[in-house]
Structures are given as C-alpha cells and as structure tokens.
C-alpha cells in the first residue's frame, strides 16, 4: 500500500470518530417530556432536619448512641408524613486487607442499621431514593456529608406524600456508609429489587454538583441520558463523573458512595454530590452547619423531585447494559461512546497503524544495524524521562526538607502540579538545547516508529484487558499516526490529552492525597511508570523537532538561558506557597492516653511540626508531638486478663479471657494480636465467627518487621466479656484499647491553621 493511501484512511478515520460522536451526542441529548408541575420543595424545612440533625444529636458514628438517635428522628418524620417506615439492623463484618496506607489486617464488626420507608403508588414498579445519615467520626458533625442529604431527602417524603404518582417510592435512610458503604451493601444483599427502575443517591448538597456515574460498574447510559438532559433543562450546572469510570472499575471498593451496590446488582444508580476536592472541612469537626447551604438545597431538592418524577427507565428490575462505555462532557452536553465504537476506532487505528509500520519497513528496508538505532533511540528516550521526572519534583524536596514537611501540596495542589510541569519543562529544554551537539540519530522517522511500536503495543495490551482503559492510548496513537504525514507541536500536546485530564479529575478528587503519599511511598514504582509514559511524548516531539530542524535549532539554543532562569524561580517561589490555610488547616490530635494503671498523660501530636506557637503556649520543645501528664486520676477502663493454656501435637493452645470495666461505653473497641509465629483466632463473643466471609480464617498476616499480626475491632454496642482461643507455637502479645470521645477536653487548642481531634484513648497489653 502506498503511503498516499495511508492518507485518506487515516482522515477517513478521523472524520468517522467525529461523526459518529456527533450522532451519539445528539441521541443524548434527547430530554423526557417534562410534567409542568411544582414540586413545592422546602429549603427551609429541609435545612430544620439538618440543624436538628447537626446540632440536637451532633456527630453520628455507625454504631452510636447517636446514631441511634438520628435513626429515631428520621422515622418519626417519615411516619408524620405518611409512609410506611421499618427498621433493618445489621452487624456485618467487614475485612479490610492490608495495603499502602494501611500496614495490618483489620477486621471490624460494625452494628447499624438502615431506614426504609415506602410510598405505594398505583404500579408495583419502584423508584428508591437513599441518604446515609451516619457521619465519618464522633468529632465530626457530619452537617454537608451527609445531614444535608437527609435533610433533602426528608423534605422530598413531605412532597411526594402530598402528590399523586403512579411508581412506588421507597426511601432508604443508610447507615454505616463512612464504612464502606456497609448499609447500602447489607441493603441490595437482602431487598427484593426485581420491582425496581432505578436508584438514585444524595450523598453531600453543594456546588458545584457532580453527578456520579462510577463505580465497579457504570451507570447505564439510558439514565445518564435522561439526568444530564433535564440538568441542561434546569440550567444545573454539572460535572459528570466521567474519568472516575476509568480509575475505579474493578477496584476494591467501587464507587464512593450508596449508589455503588445497586450497581453491582445489575440495578440502574447515579448519586448527586459535590463535586471537586473536598475541602478541609471534609470528615472533619469543621463540618458544621454553616457549610451548609439552603440555596443549593433549594436547587437540589427542586433537581432530584424532578427526575423522580420525569425519569422513566425502559427496564424494570436487575438488567444487563453496556458497561464499557466512555462519556464526555462538553458544557451541558453529554457524548457517549458506546463498546462498539470505541471497538471500531481501536480496530482501525491499529489496522492503520501496523499498514504504515509495514510501509515503513519495506521502504527503509531496516537491517540489524538500523534496529539498534531504534533501541538507541529508545534507550536515549527512556534516559531523558527518567531525568525529567526525577528532576521535576525538586522544588518539592528541597522545600519539604526546609519546611520539615511530608506533605507539602496538601493546601495547594494545583500550584504543585503546575510547578512539576513548568520544572520538567525548564528541564528539557535545557537538555534538548544541547542534544543536537550529540552523535544522536538524526532520522526522524525512526523517532516516530519508536513512538508508534510503544504505542501500539501498551494499547494492545490494555485493548485485550479491558478496551475502555486503552482509549486513552488509542487516541494517543491516532494523534501520532497523524503526525507522521504533518509534523506539528500541537498534534504532540493533543496526543496525551486524555491521560493528563484523567491526572486533573484525579486531583479535583477524594483519592488525590491518599494517590500522592502512595506515590512518595513507592517512588521507584511511580518513578518507571511516569518516565514510560514520557518516553513516547519525547519520542514524538523529537520527530517534530529533527523535522523541523531548521526552524527549530536557534530557538532551542535562545531558549537555554530563559529556561534555566524560569525553573530556577519556579523552584524559589514554591518556598511561598502556604503549607496551610483557613479551608485546609493542619490536623492535630489531643489525645488523652491510658495504659493500664499508670498515670494518663495528654499526647499532642501531627504528622507535621506542631506550630511553635502552640508549643510554647504548653511549654514543651519543637516536634510532631508533646506530652503532658495526668495527675491522681484513674484509667477510664479496668482489665482483668486470665489465660489457660493447653498444649496439642507442639501447639499452644490459649483460651484467654478478658474482663473490661468502665466507666461509660468507649465507641471503638480493638484487640491487637501480635507474635513472631503464625497463628490463629477463633472468638464468638468479640467478632461472632458465623458473620464471617465464607472462606476467611483469622490467622495472623505476616509484617515488614517479620511478625504476625492482625486488628480484630468493634462498634457499639460492646460487651464486658471478651473470650479467645488462640493456636499457636509461639509467644503472643494481645492488646487491649478503647477508644473515647472526649467532649470536655482537658486542653483546647485554639489556633486558624489548625484542626483539632479530641479523644481518649486506652490501651494495655498483655504477653501470654
């Protein structure tokens, strides 16, 4: 095939992406007729449940007495208005298996339970509507995550009560969610939902408004049709979801809130939040009501009554749909590239592709000599990435070491981004000022079929993994296959773009802090991943500038000086940028700690330096923490430990028991197993071992440090009584601890950049 007609292919390819775009873009923008109705909606009554909510019971952990409470006040309310409400307690256990950020095994047991009301309409067919109502801690309020859903969705049981309707509406108040969406997960494992349409979730009211559609799986692109038709009708501005479809299918925990279980169980589901990084006030004590906000209540509330009463789903219960579809959002507009399109343009890329490599081959006639120089090509791009990644976070490290600070970026994100970005650039254009003084190959052609090979090759194996994932590198190819026939800078910029925009909604995400500490904990990991993902950028963007050698050659070298400068002030400005601010303080920790008889102290501590400030108002020394003693007073917990011990074929056998007496129910209790031999747990009383998942043995897990250890831990309501038998060939160090809120804290801090944890803490260990 002659390369003329690579030519009209490729444009054929082009044109036919946008088309087809077109024509799915307009399908989804059709909007369901619109009943002309008011929904009546009550900002202000629905801001009254959240004061009563926020301010009567305060923070509402799964499992505590307030939560209890709150579960109370949300079925009088429903009962008031007409619905017909039932209680479903629940104590599951829920494994969470060791990982980056957490280093042990832990296995919970969390009591709760979810509130279900419904609405019977003139069709069996069933639109649920869910909130949870439990909030992250006991010193969190909990006011926009989740009181101000509850609110909404209190108010929304007000309105429909009063309004004839033909579906049944059933309300699901959950609990458990900061968990991991424990409730909403017992709910859809236990309902009947061969009668429901759809789900819809309130999870945090606010601006701007994310519509999520992301989870293990995605919801359906009927429904996601239908919702961003009536926000463009309501003049709501949106973002959807779109990328968090790519990071967290087939991840551990799916979606980030109550919708993500109805998915899994084949049930259409989106949820309407916040969308963007969460602000400081996020799971923290700050999260009271004055975050809340009764306009964007009012819009919400207004919102969701309209797709209650406008959606119509064409399934009715658990249905199949395409899964690996890719949204894009365009203003108000939304595309959907269904699996077969996306299908269609990776089969013709590759095909184009691989007829230009064979071109490319018959024409160069490539011997071994000239595939060295392909290696060396590669080698040297791979060297230039691996300089420019390491090199652009050195205005992190340098300010982290002056600062004494780990998590430099956590006020300003962004500005570290862009400062990574500017540093790398400044980087390379130093370096690529000098590189045409090297004996480099001089053939741009082998740069691109470098870059091309590299290309192709990651997205063939990402295409046979799952096919959604590889359209990022699908279009990069495209882009650079275009190249080939007009070498341009902004075919290279273009080529990467959807890789950096899944970076970008990354940051404006829940996950951006815990992603940049796994970053810094497996540097060399994240250090070969990045610099491989430069290596065809480079590799392109040589092809354009040994093209265009001429053009380009005095400009590089005009460059040099300029680029030095700019990265140098890049990296001295970041030293300006504020660790901190008002909307993301610092969080420390007042920590009153027990240990068994002894004297308590006040532990004040952060995972950064305390605030001089703060240390000299206690009078104790610079640090990330500070004690000050307890003096005459006793331990709010009183243990007493017996063990018995038999020994079977050379193992251990404990049967060990613990007797706790104190003085008020602690929120959390936990056992802590630890020895340098394996072992294993059975106890009925502290973790019933019937709730257990199916195959799963409490035996302890192997360490960095080499010993076994596992975290066994509980809500309310607890027990006095904790029995345990374990089997083992070794030593074993059990501990005890209780955790406490602490609502008289002995020290208050006051301080603007801060944000303050009080609590109590015991603790005491025991060697058997």
């Known amino acids: 095939m002659k390369i003329s007609k690579v030519i009209p292919i490729t444009l054929i390819l082009v044109f036919g992406l946008v088309t087809i775009s077109w024509l799915v873009s307009s399908k989804s923008n059709t909007t369901p007729i619109l009943k002309a109705s008011i929904s009546g909606f009550s900002a202000e009554n629905a801001f009254e449940h959240v004061k009563y909510l926020v301010q009567k019971i305060g923070s509402r952990p799964a499992g505590s007495k307030a939560e209890v409470k709150a579960a109370q006040y949300i079925d009088y309310v429903l009962r008031q208005n007409g619905w017909k409400v039932r209680d479903q307690p629940f104590s599951k256990v ?101 009668a429901v349409r759809w789900m819809l979730n309130l999870d945090m009211i606010g601006r701007p408004m994310e519509i999520d559609v992301a989870g293990k799986k995605s919801t359906p692109p009927e429904l996601i049709k239908q919702v961003t038709a009536l926000a463009g009708e309501s003049s709501i501005p949106f973002h959807l979801s779109r990328d968090f479809i790519l990071m967290t299918r087939d991840s551990a925990q799916g979606g980030v809130s109550d919708y993500s279980p109805f998915l899994d169980q084949n049930i259409p589901a989106l949820g309407l939040g916040i969308y963007g990084r969460p602000e400081g ?16 209540i009012q819009k919400i509330g207004d919102f969701a009554h309209r797709l209650l009463t406008n959606v119509k789903m064409s399934t009715i219960g658990p249905n199949e749909w395409d899964e690996l579809y890719l949204p894009f ?47 060396g090509v590669l080698g040297i791009s791979l060297l230039l ?41 400044g980087v390379f254009l130093i370096i690529t000022s000098w590189l045409y ?103 392109a963007l040589l092809h354009v500038v040994i093209t265009k050698t001429h053009h380009l050659k005095k400009l590089l070298v005009l460059s040099r000086k300029p680029a030095l400068v700019v990265t140098a002030l890049v990296i001295l400005s970041l030293g300006l940028v504020p660790v901190y601010t008002r909307s993301y303080p610092q969080t420390v920790v007042v ?62 056998i404990l049967d060990v028991s613990f ?15 630890e020895s340098e031999h394996p072992f294993e747990v059975q106890t009925d009383e502290f973790l019933p071992m019937a709730k257990l998942p199916r195959k799963l043995q409490l035996k302890g897990i192997q360490q960095s440090n080499l010993k076994y250890s596992i975290i066994l831990q509980r809500t309310p309501p607890h027990k006095n009584n904790i029995h345990m038998s374990i089997e083992t060939q070794g030593l074993v160090t059990c501990s005890i601890e209780a955790m406490f809120s602490d609502p008289s804290p002995r020290i208050q801090i006051q301080h603007d950049l801060l944000s303050i944890d009080y609590q109590i803490w015991f603790k005491e260990k025991y060697d058997f």
């Open 281 to 296: 006030y996020f799971h923290r004590p700050e999260d009271r009501i004055d975050r809340v906000s009764m306009e964007e």
């Open 659 to 673: 007797i706790l007496n104190y003085s008020r129910e602690p929120y959390l209790t936990r056992v802590r197993i």
């Open 385 to 425: 990435s691996l300089i420019v990644v390491i090199t652009s976070g050195i205005g992190e490290a340098v300010w982290g070491l002056i600062k004494e600070v780990q998590i430099l970026y956590y006020a300003h994100p962004l500005l570290f981004i862009v400062a990574r970005v500017g540093i790398a650039l």
């Open 94 to 194: 829920v494994v969470r298996e060791a990982s980056v950020l957490q280093k042990e095994q832990q296995v919970e047991l969390i009591n709760s339970q979810n509130i279900i009301a419904e609405l019977p309409g003139t069709r069996p067919d069933t639109i649920i509507v869910g909130a949870h109502y439990d909030s992250a801690t006991f010193n969190a309020p909990g006011a926009v995550d989740n009181a101000s859903g509850v609110g909404v969705l209190l108010e929304l049981a007000r309105v429909l009560s009063q309004e004839p309707h033909e579906e049944t509406y059933q309300l699901v108040f959950f609990g458990a969610e900061e968990y991991g969406l424990v409730g909403s997960q017992f709910y859809t494992s236990q309902a009947d939902l061969s």
């Open 329 to 375: 959002q365009l203003g108000k507009h939304v595309i959907i590239l269904p699996n077969y399109v996306i299908g269609i343009v990776t089969c013709l890329t590759f095909l184009v592709t691989v007829l230009m490599l064979i071109k490319f081959h018959k024409k160069r006639n490539l011997k071994k000599f000239e595939w060295k120089k392909v290696l």
């Open 591 to 652: 920590q009153e700690e027990w240990s068994g008889s002894s004297e308590g102290k006040v532990h004040i501590f952060s995972d950064e330096r305390l605030p001089r400030s703060v240390v000299k108002d206690l009078s104790g020394e610079d640090g990330k923490s500070l004690y000050i003693p307890i003096q005459n007073e006793k331990p709010p917990i009183n243990v007493e430990a017996s063990m018995a011990e038999t020994i079977n074929d050379g193992q251990r």
């Open 437 to 539: 003084k090297l004996p480099l190959v001089r053939d741009s052609e082998l740069y691109w079929v470098t870059g091309a090979v590299l290309l192709l090759g990651i997205s063939l194996l990402l295409a046979l993994t799952r096919i959604d994932l590889a359209f990022p590198f699908i279009f990069w190819l495209l882009c650079l296959n275009i190249q080939f026939f007009f070498p341009n800078i902004i075919l290279v910029l273009i080529g990467p773009y959807f890789l950096i925009w899944m970076h970008y909604e990354l940051l404006n995400s829940q996950q951006w802090i815990s992603y940049y500490q796994a970053i810094h904990n497996y540097f060399l990991v994240f250090l070969g991943i990045y610099s491989v993902l430069l290596i065809p950028f480079f590799l």
